[in-house]
């Protein structure tokens, strides 16, 4: 039966109109994305299998062009659709932070970092420059690698803070693993950084590590004060 033959408020664009996006299953949305189906398949069919192809959502968004293409119902110009909406996401949570006030929008900051993190392979160590309103003046990625004592130096993030004329920062780093929980060598690190900075009077405001789908903050930990 053609998803036109459903009833209205079981349509996907029918039903976020009337409900909003959030009350979508990921085969929903992505039936929306793709539009159309293939032979015998509704979109959300195609959506379905495509989601049990990949292993979810996350992988197909994360998927390579040529793993993308290599699948029925997709091809170059869906991938470069699918670029394009995850930059455009990208760059409103970023203008999101610009905008408001990072202190105030610990959420806003932690969506945005895990955009940026969550779907990396290795351990990358990166900072949010802020001015003296906290508002976000640049996001940098200093260290990648694994992320650790003797590859963090404090002295190059001191620099880098300096030159962005940064008056408080948030740190990330990501875990590939997928755990958020922080590490003995993640708390030593963010200890030396808050020691470093403090002697050019800039506020250490988080640290935060994303992993998968899930975020942990030192600030909401009462780790940095």
């Not at 940026?116 to 900072?127: D, G, I, K, M, P």
């Not at 640049?138 to 300096?162: H, M, N, Q």
Request: charged content about 25%; hydrophobic content about 40%; proline content about 3%.
């Amino acid at each position: 039966m053609a998803i036109t033959d459903w009833p209205a408020q079981e349509r996907p664009r029918e039903k976020l109109i009337e409900l909003g996006a959030t009350a979508l299953s990921d085969a929903e949305l992505l039936a929306i994305f793709l539009r159309t189906g293939t032979q015998g398949r509704t979109a959300v069919d195609l959506a379905r299998h495509l989601l049990n192809e990949f292993g979810g959502l996350r992988p197909l968004l994360q998927a390579s062009e040529k793993e993308f293409c290599a699948h029925l119902g997709l091809g170059r110009a869906k991938f470069t659709q699918l670029q394009a909406v995850l930059e455009m996401a990208n760059r409103h949570l970023h203008q999101t932070l610009e905008r408001g006030i990072a202190l105030q929008s610990p959420d806003a900051v932690k969506r945005y970092l895990s955009a940026r993190l969550r779907h990396l392979q290795h351990e990358v160590f990166a900072c949010l420059f802020l001015d003296n309103q906290h508002r976000v003046l640049r996001y940098e990625e200093l260290f990648s690698g694994t992320i650790d004592s003797a590859s963090v130096y404090p002295r190059e993030v001191v620099k880098k803070t300096l030159k962005h004329n940064a008056a408080a920062v948030i740190f990330a780093h990501n875990h590939p693993s997928g755990v958020s929980e922080p590490s003995s060598s993640d708390e030593q690190i963010t200890q030396r950084l808050v020691g470093a900075l403090e002697l050019v009077d800039v506020r250490v405001l988080d640290h935060i590590v994303v992993g998968d789908g899930e975020c942990t903050s030192f600030a909401e930990r009462g780790w940095i004060r």
